[in-house]
């Protein structure tokens, strides 16, 4: 009976994510299993579409978490996934097109350009189980959105929510250790933090 069974807004208390896509921040959630990610990824992404401002998609990158994998076979299995979910979201025109179809070097950093450019609205773009990446494939794909960062939000998602299970400062364990290097600098930088309903929401800068 719908009198009797009814859901709480998940986003009600999330004022601030809304304000980081607004600023085209890209951040990250972490929170432990069973507490409501997931709900508030898709319950975001359906209302940032339905109000028009945004193209939103929720995508999970757990296909390519493993570590025999290599960064070639990764970046298909990422952007698989990524055209898959879209069609949860999205219209055809708003979709990216099919990997199949794409001409070009087909890398995660690539497909995400060509996407933006052939939009008119901006990209939010919710990238779930981030932490099951390993080793050169978090690192690859880091370091592709940090490219990327420097030219949204016209030509790259103008929002990038990184989520999975982990505090933000394990990636760096993860994906830096002391005798790695990602060149200029690391892919993110712990700027700021808030918590919401057990949910970690942590503001990055990329540099």
């Not at 401002?53 to 298909?76: H, L, P, Q």
């Not at 990184?162 to 690391?186: C, F, I, N, T, W």
């Not at 933090?193 to 942590?202: A, D, H, P, T, V």
Request: charged share 25%.
């Amino acid at each position: 009976m719908p009198e009797r069974h009814y859901m709480i807004d998940p986003l009600r208390n999330q004022k601030i994510i809304f304000d980081l896509i607004e600023k085209t921040q890209y951040f990250t959630i972490h929170a432990p299993r069973q507490t409501g990610k997931t709900t508030l990824l898709h319950e975001l992404a359906h209302r940032l579409n339905k109000e028009g401002n945004y193209i939103s998609v929720v995508f999970s990158v757990e296909s390519a978490g493993y570590r025999s994998i290599t960064e070639e076979i990764a970046n298909k299995k990422i952007i698989n996934s990524l055209y898959s979910s879209s069609g949860q979201y999205l219209n055809k025109k708003n979709c990216p097109i099919p990997p199949e179809k794409y001409t070009k070097d087909l890398t995660l950093e690539n497909y995400l350009i060509d996407w933006a450019i052939s939009q008119t609205k901006p990209i939010v773009l919710l990238l779930d189980e981030i932490d099951s990446l390993y080793d050169d494939v978090l690192v690859s794909v880091l370091r592709q959105l940090r490219n990327g960062f420097q030219i949204r939000p016209k030509r790259f998602p103008s929002t990038v929510a990184l989520v999975g299970l982990r505090d933000v400062r394990e990636y760096k364990l993860k994906v830096r250790p002391r005798e790695a290097s990602l060149g200029s600098g690391p892919p993110k930088k712990r700027k700021g933090k808030e918590r919401r309903g057990g949910i970690w929401i942590y503001v990055v800068t990329v540099v």
